[in-house]
């Protein structure tokens, strides 16, 4: 079983650093390094985030070879890259139909696990809105091997945007 991930990037080195240099330059410098050391601990590594995201949903496909789901999701397989964020959304909400379907528990935890990490991702680039994209119920019903490839096309235009 994988543990969530929070990504966060190395606090304790970071907070150590802040603390000795706070205990150097006790300035208005100083205290300014000790907060921004601080909250750059806590900043998410999105980077990080979509490639194990696109890890756990390869972790997906082997699991449901051993299961039989027999599901049709709402799958965009010709995403615009102006209707990336759009159609990821579509994505996420259709794992519940996978969740619904299977009786796994490592898929269940993984779905959660890419639901929370695409989630942090999304968050962390703002509220985009995007237009002239197609609802998730306008999309074409694909098997989930369909859906799953094309899902990992659209992570790969978060990992290497063009």
């Not at 259709?94 to 696990?113: A, D, F, G, K, P």
Request: charged share 20%; hydrophobic share 40%.
């Amino acid at each position: 079983m994988r543990i969530l991930k929070p990504h966060l990037r190395s606090p304790s080195i970071q907070c150590y650093l802040c603390l000795l240099l706070n205990s150097h330059f006790l300035t208005e410098a100083g205290i300014h390094v000790f907060i921004l050391g601080c909250v750059s601990a806590a900043l998410p590594e999105t980077e990080a985030n979509w490639d194990d995201v696109r890890r756990d949903l390869e972790k997906i496909k082997g699991l449901i070879q051993s299961i039989h789901i027999d599901a049709t999701l709402y799958t965009e397989s010709d995403v615009d890259p102006s209707c990336k964020v759009t159609a990821m959304n579509c994505f996420l909400l259709e794992l519940q139909v996978i969740v619904h379907e299977s009786r796994n528990e490592t898929i269940h935890e993984t779905i959660n696990n890419v639901r929370v990490l695409a989630n942090i991702s999304l968050s962390s680039n703002g509220n985009i809105t995007e237009s002239g994209c197609r609802a998730c119920e306008e999309l074409e019903e694909k098997n989930i091997n369909e859906f799953l490839q094309s899902f990992v096309r659209v992570v790969q235009m978060f990992i290497h945007p063009s």
